[in-house]
């Protein structure tokens, strides 16, 4: 019996020995050169960058969960467009004299073209394979009905007409033309609606998803990076020397820790991208606060419906709904399979991540941002009563609004679908009040050693240019040396080129990428012809009220 107890005490103290000894080589500090907190497209595309304007930079890469993609950039939590303001009505604001501006879209459309010249030097050199995996043409309509939106989609072609970078884009009120472009928004629709379409034939639908999991497998295939899954940061602490210490939890290991010392974060964390901006302690991450979001979809799978729609099809918001409120009914390619989504509805949740803590939007409140946030709700009337509205529908009511794009939509052809979270900025001002805004910022520290994404509209779909934008703010002397300038223009042929009224340039991109890419690429046409467009009734001036876009 002593002997036994002297056999299981050895033992106790064996484990306990290896125990201690994992443990303390688990915290053992682990030094890189760019830590990238996240395993979504904006790392992806980051470290993609950065392999190769530095080659020898070491790059460690952690995600929280056990896969890549599977937040915000999965192909199920978003609608997967390639947003070029080709359709998006919110791009391109009313003015009060009723003129269109359309600086927006300018900027959207130009940002993207830089994402398709991205991805198609990423295939030339076979870090991305097979494109139609992830990119697919699909036509980009817009689609308007009553009075008022048509006379504004009138003057909206109009304007982009001025462009080069619309050229190609159609227009018609004409019931049967638009049914020939899109039967299924059309069939069983009043012959007596005023109704109004335009049509680009050039449009994408993109698999997000897709493209972060191959730009990931081929850093993978690098000795200087490393990718660690089932990962989660704990806490962020800046050095002397202004590098950083960040605790990483292993929570496939029993939660053991492991610090790295990193010279540069990127926190490309999506929703989680302002708690972490606040953990590290930087002043500018007190000028922030968020509010998040999340977006169902009704889906369809029925081959008989799928296949009767080729399009991504943009309505306008009703009067005085945010941008948000856009409907769409989409059609999506994801992983080989051909789908019908409509929406988004939103939804509320105190969750910065579809899988984050209840207790994200709690703990990202502080001192600091509560009077911002207080003061967006009390001066944003439209999203909150469009929030809570959205909250309180049913599937009934959601079934009505896909009706009105799908006049003979049948319930049993169609699932509802959790997507993502979204979590909207809002920024202080002068006044130390909040300001709800569009789009997304680069946060960095001024000596350009952490850098954070916070926003999400439009998303993805310009994570090649945000990337690089990202880049010239933490290291100008780099990007304006004479060795990353040649590179960029090999990854970007046409960096710092304006499209916007070079038409030689323009379609040269255009062609390039397509050819690359596999995307149709259609000689333009003469604009059509509209009929006058007459000053408007009633113009809300976006300006007054910013409002949040889902971005999904």
């Given amino acids: 019996m002593k002997r036994m107890t002297a056999r299981l005490f050895s033992m106790a103290v064996g484990l306990n020995a290896v125990s201690a000894a994992a443990k303390a080589n688990a915290s053992k500090e682990q030094e890189t050169d760019v830590l990238l907190i996240g395993g979504g497209i904006m790392s992806a595309t980051l470290g993609t960058y950065l392999q190769e304007l530095e080659p020898n930079w070491s790059i460690t890469m952690v995600e929280r969960l056990d896969a890549l993609a599977q937040e915000s950039s999965n192909g199920w939590n978003n609608a997967g467009t390639g947003h070029a303001a080709l359709m998006e009505l919110n791009y391109t604001p009313q003015n009060q004299d009723g003129t269109i501006s359309i600086k927006k879209a300018i900027e959207i459309n130009e940002a993207f073209r830089i994402s398709r010249q991205f991805w198609a030097h990423q295939v030339e050199t076979g870090v991305l394979s097979e494109p139609r995996s992830f990119i697919n043409t699909v036509p980009h309509m817009s689609l308007v009905w009553g009075d008022d939106n048509v006379n504004f989609l009138r003057a909206r072609y109009k304007a982009l007409q001025q462009s080069t970078l619309f050229r190609g884009m159609r227009y018609t009120e004409n019931h049967e033309q638009i049914r020939a472009w899109a039967p299924l928004v059309m069939e069983g629709r009043d012959p007596q609606q005023k109704v109004a379409a335009t049509r680009t034939e050039i449009g994408t639908d993109v698999n997000f998803g897709e493209i972060t999991r191959q730009l990931i497998h081929s850093l993978q295939r690098k000795d200087n990076f490393s990718l660690k899954l089932g990962s989660?940061?704990?806490?962020?602490?800046?050095?002397?020397?202004?590098?950083?210490?960040v605790t990483i939890a292993s929570l496939k290991n029993s939660g053991v820790d492991q610090v790295i010392k990193a010279k540069f974060i990127f926190i490309g964390a999506g929703g989680a991208a302002l708690k972490l901006l606040q953990e590290s302690g930087i002043p500018e991450a007190?000028?922030?606060?968020?509010?998040?979001?999340?977006?169902?979809?009704?889906?369809?799978?029925?081959?008989?419906v799928v296949n009767s729609h080729l399009a991504k099809v943009y309505g306008q918001a009703t009067v005085g709904a945010p941008p948000m409120s856009v409907p769409h009914i989409d059609t999506r390619i994801i992983d080989g399979k051909r789908v019908l989504?409509?929406?988004?509805?939103?939804?509320?949740?105190?969750?910065?991540?579809?899988?984050?803590?209840?207790?994200?939007?709690?703990?990202?409140t502080n001192s600091s941002n509560f009077l911002p946030m207080l003061s967006v709700g009390m001066t944003n009337f439209s999203l909150v009563k469009?929030?809570?509205?959205?909250?309180?529908?049913?599937?009934?009511?959601?079934?009505?609004?896909?009706?009105?794009?799908?006049p003979l939509a049948k319930k049993e052809d169609w699932r509802l679908w959790q997507a993502g979270q979204r979590v909207q900025i809002i920024k202080r001002n002068a006044k130390k009040l909040g300001e709800l805004r569009l789009g997304t910022e680069v946060?960095?520290?001024?000596?350009?050693?952490?850098?954070?994404?916070?926003?999400?509209s439009p998303g993805a779909s310009t994570a090649a240019p945000i990337m690089l934008e990202l880049m010239q703010k933490v290291f100008p002397e780099k990007v304006a040396s004479p060795e990353?300038?040649?590179k960029l223009k090999e990854i970007i042929p046409f960096l710092g080129v304006k499209l916007d009224g070079n038409v030689e340039a323009s379609d040269e991109e255009l062609h390039y990428t397509s050819r690359v890419l596999g995307l149709k690429c259609d000689e333009s046409p003469l604009a059509d012809a509209t009929?006058?467009?007459?000053?408007?009734?009633?113009v809300v001036p976006a300006e007054n009220e910013p409002a949040a876009d889902i971005a999904l």
């Fill in 286 to 304: 007190a000028e922030y606060a968020g509010f998040p979001v999340g977006g169902q979809f009704l889906v369809s799978e029925n081959p008989d």
């Fill in 341 to 364: 989504l409509f929406g988004p509805f939103a939804t509320f949740s105190t969750r910065f991540l579809k899988n984050g803590s209840l207790w994200d939007l709690l703990r990202s």
């Fill in 232 to 245: 989660e940061v704990r806490s962020i602490k800046r050095n002397a020397d202004n590098t950083w210490n």
């Fill in 443 to 456: 946060v960095s520290d001024k000596e350009g050693t952490i850098a954070a994404l916070l926003g999400a």
């Fill in 531 to 538: 009929p006058p467009v007459r000053k408007p009734s009633h």
């Fill in 386 to 406: 469009y929030l809570m509205n959205q909250v309180l529908q049913n599937d009934d009511d959601r079934f009505d609004a896909l009706c009105e794009y799908y």
């Fill in 484 to 486: 990353w300038q040649a």
